[in-house]
């Protein structure tokens, strides 16, 4: 194991981690866009800018 | 006999290298790039990062210039006044460095294409403005994989600026211990408990250190909103750290209280500006503090470089030259220990001393710190300007001077040879006084001198 970890392409590893980051803050975004939606219904006249620029 | 000479910094990249031709820069592209090269140009994303100033613009060259055999092209980048290098930057240009690359990378996402590598030796600073100059950096996107620099990135942007936020280590000192960049796990280990509890960090710092790195994994499934989130993310953590209130900067009141007085400064600028006869030459202010007779060389439309061994004055210098956007090039640099070659052989990067020869160098308080606080010979001082410069203006601050005062307060008087008169002839060996001025109000003399032979 450690062997093959003193050859490895100064890239890998990397893969993986991006993976999980990636994972995590579209987990995130998901929910929080959620959240932006509860909010907007109740404020109603408030809207979030991201929506506003889709307009 | 060939009629190039290939640069010696450029060999890791197989798609290209530079080589120097009758005293100018070109990068030769080689066959196997053409369709990446192809890409850059003909997708409008070229175009677009010129226009922004975000890459160096370059011209072609004809078939019948120089180059290689067997080469596909051959181009001619911008030239680039002085080359500088991260271990001589302060936080806010690392920072501008890392944006810059992040803003890059996207738009390059948008044009099909990312950064194949992402490390701040591929940015150099013209008027303040940081700029990509490795045109063969780009390459074709392939949306199903993660980014291949991600890592370098972190390594060389990212961990630097974070451990310097939280420990006030300067960014600068902690490349000269990780020219390529710091490892995660080095990273983790540096900062404080309190950086655990932040997203960012543990994404991008802690995770990383954690998962041991294993062969690579073929069947990843990335694509382009994964990488755009990451990108994002990364350009919002870096645009929002704050740089670590230098608050142990001897230097930070020079200039508003510490200096001996108003009169005095504004003296000593009208025999510097009377004595200052160059306009667009290659200018050197050692000692710059925050840049007050920089910006008198810059404003005569002198390409000038500034070094200082205090990160916050530099800092301070920089933000004013990004904001009005001057030709001053400030740097964090010890001058009683300027960095050395480096890289591979050591002919990847050039020392301080070796990088260039400026037509005028400027030398205000300075002396003193280096002959009374380093302890440095002033025939070795004079070897120094002797290496560096064809002009120099230079202030000689004599003993009885308050300040040299101070230094001596807290040591033994071993400089017998400091005066006026030893000053003139240690200099007098290479080069020839042209003017002298005392600075009135003061004991201090400036001297215009050039070098002889």
Redesign the interface.
């Known amino acids: 194991m450690l062997k ?2 003193l050859y ?15 994972a ?3 987990g995130l ?1 998901f929910f929080k866009n959620i959240w932006w939606k509860i909010k907007a219904f109740f404020t109603r006249n408030k809207q979030h800018p991201t929506t506003k620029e889709k307009e | 006999m060939p009629t190039y000479q290939q640069h010696p910094s450029s060999f890791r990249d197989p798609s290209g290298f530079v080589f120097q031709s009758a005293g100018k820069l070109y990068r030769q592209i080689n066959p196997s790039y053409q369709s990446d090269y192809e890409l850059l140009m003909g997708s409008g994303l070229y175009q677009q990062l010129v226009d922004q100033r975000m890459l160096i613009p370059h011209e072609e060259i004809g078939d019948s210039q120089v180059g290689q055999p067997g080469k596909f092209k051959t181009i001619l980048p911008e030239f680039i006044p002085f080359i500088s290098y991260p271990y001589e930057w302060c936080f806010e240009e690392l920072q501008d460095a890392a944006l810059v690359t992040l803003n890059i990378m996207k738009a390059s996402i948008d044009h099909g294409m990312i950064l194949k590598d992402a490390t701040p030796y591929n940015i150099q600073f013209i008027s303040g403005t940081p700029v990509h100059i490795d045109t063969l950096s780009f390459e074709k996107y392939n949306e199903s ?8 990135f ?1 390594e060389t942007f990212l961990y630097p600026l974070v451990v310097s936020k939280y420990s006030l280590m300067e960014a600068h000192r902690l490349f000269h211990a990780y020219p390529e960049g710091m490892p995660a796990k080095s990273a983790a280990a540096m900062l404080p408990t309190k950086a655990r509890f932040n997203l960012g960090n543990w ?2 710092i802690f ?2 250190a954690s ?7 073929e069947k ?3 694509n382009r ?3 755009t ?2 990108i994002d ?1 990364l350009h919002q953590i870096i645009g929002s750290l704050e740089p670590p209130s230098n608050k142990n900067s001897v230097w930070k009141n020079y200039y508003d209280k510490d200096i001996l007085s108003e009169q005095y400064l504004s003296n000593k600028e009208s025999i510097v500006g009377k004595m200052i006869n160059v306009e667009g030459k290659n200018v050197l202010d050692l000692g710059s503090n925050q840049g007050v007779f920089s910006k008198l060389l810059a404003s005569r439309q002198n390409n000038v470089v500034a070094v200082d061994n205090d990160a916050f004055s530099i800092s301070v210098l920089y933000r004013q030259v990004k904001k009005e956007a001057l030709n001053i090039l400030p740097l964090c640099i010890d001058v009683s220990n300027p960095p050395g070659n480096g890289g591979f052989m050591n002919g990847e990067r050039k020392s301080f001393t070796e990088r260039k020869k400026f037509d005028l160098c400027i030398a205000l308080a300075l002396v003193h710190h280096l002959c009374i606080g380093k302890n440095i010979p002033l025939s070795n001082l004079a070897d120094l300007f002797t290496k560096m410069c064809s002009e120099l203006i230079i202030e000689f601050v004599p003993k009885e001077d308050e300040k040299v005062q101070q230094l001596l307060k807290s040591r033994e008087d071993i400089f017998e040879a400091y005066n006026q008169q030893a000053f003139e002839t240690a200099f007098s060996q290479q080069f020839s006084i042209q003017e002298k001025q005392e600075v009135p109000g003061s004991r201090r003399v400036i001297y215009k001198m050039k070098l002889t032979g």
Request: aromatic residues 10%; proline residues 8%; glycine residues 8%.
């Open positions: 093959a970890l490895v392409d100064p890239g890998s590893g990397s893969y993986l981690v991006q993976m999980i980051i990636a995590i803050l579209g975004f | 994989k993660p980014w291949i620099a991600y890592r370098q972190c994404l991008h995770l990383p998962v041991a790195p294993g062969e690579k994994n990843v499934s990335f909103n994964k990488l989130r990451i993310h």
